[in-house]
């Protein structure tokens, strides 16, 4: 148990559903993050949040769209994906955004396959 | 460009001493992370080094040395428990809390 909570932890959506992941977390944490983890490559940072607001967008397809209620929840809406967004997606959070001592913590993820 | 770099795999012997070895160039430096993974799970937190020299935390130590780009994890008294993928990560430059993957070091520990 690290504190992040993700759901559902396994996915099988068509390319053209509409689904949602959710994440959660009970750190009192105020910064929360979504990677992506593919075969073979390195965790790739997609979104970045801060007390609720967006940092960080690294460039991530519109057919990826993040929201962020408050800072324990973390949603990540999913349409018309392709068979190469088939990956694991993983939440994460940290007490703030800065660089002083601050460790970034992970939930279990979630296993996306687009069929 | 950023790049960090650590072997794809490795095996050892339950009982046994590794060292997994991470060299990264990165612009800027906040700091080095290890995690582990263990397949199908979240990775957790290991270590984490900003300056130069060894962090030793039970059976895992963690040595970092900034003018080489260079890190490695030492897992001693190794146990069946600790096969899993350990990921190097460093916080790059600037002032936020971004991290940079290396692809991660698969270990197999062997009876």
């Known amino acids: 148990e690290t504190g992040v909570t993700q759901t559902p932890r396994h996915l099988v959506m068509g390319m053209t559903n509409k689904k949602s992941l959710k994440c959660e977390q009970h750190?009192?944490?105020?910064?929360m993050y979504w990677y992506k983890q593919s075969a073979k490559k390195p965790l790739e940072l997609m979104f970045v949040?801060?007390?609720?607001?967006?940092?960080e967008n690294n460039s991530v397809p519109s057919r990826f769209s993040p929201e962020c209620p408050n800072s324990s929840h973390l949603f990540l809406h999913l349409h018309t994906l392709q068979p190469e967004d088939s990956a694991l997606y993983l939440c994460?959070?940290?007490?703030?955004?800065?660089?002083?001592?601050?460790?970034?913590?992970f939930g279990e993820g979630s296993w996306l396959t687009v069929v | 460009g950023q790049n960090i770099d650590q072997p794809t795999e490795m095996t050892a012997t339950e009982g046994a001493i590794v060292q997994i070895n991470c060299t990264y160039q990165?612009?800027?430096?906040?700091?080095l992370f290890w995690y582990q993974q263990h397949a199908g799970e979240a990775p957790t937190f290991l270590s984490y080094?900003?300056?130069?020299g060894l962090e030793e935390k039970g059976r895992f130590s963690s040595f970092l040395s900034r003018s080489k780009g260079y890190s490695y994890l030492l897992l001693k008294e190794l146990q069946m428990k600790d096969s899993a993928s350990y990921l190097c990560?460093?916080?790059?430059?600037?002032?936020?809390?971004?991290?940079?993957f290396g692809t991660g070091t698969l270990l197999a520990v062997q009876p």
């Open positions: 994460a959070s940290s007490q703030s955004t800065g660089i002083s001592g601050n460790t970034i913590y």
């Open positions: 750190l009192g944490h105020n910064a």
């Open positions: 949040y801060n007390f609720k607001e967006q940092t």
């Open positions: 990165t612009s800027g430096f906040n700091g």
């Open positions: 080094n900003v300056l130069d």
């Open positions: 990560a460093v916080r790059g430059g600037g002032a936020t809390n971004k991290l940079i």
